[in-house]
């Protein structure tokens, strides 16, 4: 450990000194320039248009009807299931973990022939609650503070309606994909596991007589993971994390993004070496710490403004089909706002979530498909849809235009304010040095967010250059040089690419879906037997 730890900071330190150095001639500027014809190309191939006026990319619509498909053909599992999910996490079920045991006159267990299957149950690394927690750490993230004020000041606050419908929907596409992880995944000699879209795809298609188009989708995932990995689950969150840490130190030089930046890949460095262990163990104490601290913060304020909570709500319905902000294009535009912030803050459909829920130990794979669909509930039903009440509560009295300058920046007393800042604002309103603990909610935010993305990066690197200790260190080097790129870039240029990056994932992993969703549907109707017979 010690030993991997000072190659990181051998490698790691002269690349920041010169970062340092960039940065006093304009590191931002560079960063920006440098990013932003990338950002663009991604946006153009990975966004691009089905509709015109207003503008409808067909990534969206795949995301979303495919969401509304899985929902209507497992038959509402977002709600059916809702209650076995909290008692799975619980485990209230642990006891079926372990396997039937068969009577010695049984010849089959389960369906398999005795003697000739594998204890699927000591296969795993982590608990449910652990892989709950992992997975809730990459997706509960900046993207519930700044990516919900991103959406309300474009979109207004009808956004927080369709993001709240894109949540709801995106249960039923997380309990599917988190299913096939389980079920198709990877476990070395050691007992490591290795699991997500890149193996579901080449595995569960190649069973299906499409051994190259698995390989194929299955790479492409893996690319643009790893892409995911360095923008929305890294840059992005450093860039939030640094932009309120900066405001809160009151730092203006233009050398303390990059050296906030180091501070945190040395941070984040420490508890990735550990692996998915070690980072099991630290997202199942921060996660439902700062979960916990953010959502009583956000009550308070809403309840300590309980007569505004009716006109609020009437405001996100009514705005969702009658909008004010301009520059979005009406109802569409809306739409499209609330969709888009909401798939990046929960990625159901992007896969990533899969790969932390394939470690779990579990011998039914449905098992974690359905712990796996409580995410998005957390995530965007619960979480966004607070702090979206937030901010409009505070909104309430004329502190800002919706629609803002139509890139997300809105006008408070004089400052231009974006993303995190104007969450920041709101809260300051309600709650005395309140600055100081929505800086700290970032951060912590921010922090699980990027080790947990670590380990999504991390495994589709290893499906691509394989299992090698310097394949793991190469990335893990990389992963760190882009905290403290993101501390000290623009936040536009970074979510932009970032965008890009997680909705690229959606191609290949619907393909995997939707060849193997039948998979899915077996393997459900197998663990709730199992949890009927266990219940005689």
Not at 324 to 335: D, E, F, N, S
């Amino acid at each position: 450990m010690k030993r991997y730890l000072l190659s990181i900071f051998t490698l790691i330190f002269p690349l920041i000194t010169l970062a340092q150095e960039t940065v006093e001639k304009g590191l931002d500027q560079r960063i920006d320039e440098g990013f932003q014809p990338v950002s663009d190309f991604f946006s153009n191939v990975i966004f691009f248009n089905v509709w015109k006026d207003p503008d409808i990319p067909f990534v969206l619509i795949l995301l979303v009807g495919s969401a509304a498909f899985f929902t209507l053909y497992f038959g509402f599992p977002n709600i059916r299931y809702f209650g076995k999910a909290i008692n799975t996490v619980r485990g209230k079920y642990d006891e079926i973990e372990g396997g039937h045991q068969a009577s010695e006159t049984s010849m089959t267990i389960d369906g398999d022939i005795r003697d000739t299957i594998r204890d699927e149950s000591k296969e795993g690394e982590v608990s449910h609650f652990q892989a709950l927690a992992t997975a809730v750490s990459g997706t509960v993230g900046n993207g519930n503070i700044a990516g919900v004020a991103l959406a309300i000041a474009l979109g207004g606050p009808g956004a927080t309606f369709w993001m709240i419908i894109c949540g709801l929907l995106g249960m039923s596409t997380k309990f599917v994909e988190c299913t096939l992880g389980v079920q198709y995944r990877d476990v070395d000699e050691e007992g490591t596991v290795y699991g997500g879209p890149m193996y579901y795809i080449s595995k569960g298609l190649k069973d299906r007589g499409f051994t190259n188009l698995g390989k194929i989708a299955a790479v492409f995932f893996a690319i643009f993971c790893i892409g995911g990995s360095f923008g929305g689950g890294n840059a992005a969150q450093s860039n939030q994390a640094t932009v309120v840490l900066k405001e809160l130190m009151g730092l203006e030089s233009t050398s303390a993004g990059a050296i906030i930046g180091l501070l945190m890949a040395i941070l984040v460095g420490i508890i990735i070496i550990g692996g998915i262990k070690r980072i099991a163990a630290v997202t199942e104490k921060v996660v439902p710490f700062m979960a916990v601290l953010y959502i009583v913060a956000c009550l308070y304020i809403i309840f300590s403004n309980s007569g505004l909570i009716d006109d609020a709500i009437s405001l996100i319905i009514t705005e969702a089909f009658n909008p004010r902000a301009i520059g979005v294009g009406g109802v569409i535009g809306v739409l499209l706002v609330g969709f888009k912030r909401a798939a990046f803050s929960n990625e159901a459909g992007a896969g990533s979530a899969s790969i932390a829920h394939s470690a779990v130990k579990t011998k039914y794979s449905a098992s974690e498909g359905l712990v796996a669909l409580l995410e998005p509930f957390i995530d965007t039903v619960v979480i966004c849809t607070m702090t979206a009440l937030v901010i409009i509560i505070f909104n309430f009295g004329g502190a800002f235009e919706y629609g803002g300058d139509g890139l997300g920046a809105v006008m408070i007393d004089g400052v231009s304010y974006e993303g995190a800042g104007i969450t920041s604002k709101a809260f300051a309103q309600y709650i005395p040095y309140s600055n100081v603990f929505l800086t700290i909610a970032v951060v912590l935010f921010a922090v699980s967010t990027m080790i947990s993305w670590s380990y999504y990066g991390l495994q589709s690197w290893k499906f691509l250059f394989g299992r090698g200790k310097t394949a793991d260190m190469t990335y893990k080097l990389l992963f760190l040089l882009f905290v403290v790129i993101g501390a000290a870039a623009s936040m536009k240029s970074i979510w932009d690419f970032s965008d890009a990056m997680i909705f690229a994932m959606v191609f290949p992993n619907m393909i995997g879906l939707y060849f193997l969703f039948p998979v899915v549907k077996k393997q459900l109707k197998r663990y709730l037997e199992a949890i009927k017979e266990a219940k005689a």
